[in-house]
């Protein structure tokens, strides 16, 4: 798995944005979808390096076009 260390969890929800995610939910975790895939973001700052690779991955990006959209 990727990792993807020292990212706020506010700069990869406006990442995730800009790739077509949408937030469905809120609470102690963001949790957010573009229709087909579902994607949780905890409110943790910084989001540790594994989880944030995981979330990447399942959101279907690279760790470079994650990057990019940071």
Known sequence: M???PGVNHRD???ALQKAGFRIA????H???TDGQRIVTI???DPVNAFTMGGIVQDAGL???QF???L
Do not use: S
Request: proline content about 9%; overall charge positive.
């Open 30 to 32: 963001i949790v957010m």
């Open 62 to 64: 690279t760790v470079e």
């Open 25 to 28: 939910r809120e609470g102690k």
């Open 12 to 14: 990869a929800v406006r």
């Open 42 to 44: 905890p409110r943790h």
């Open 2 to 4: 990727p990792r993807i």
């Open 67 to 69: 990057k990019q959209l």
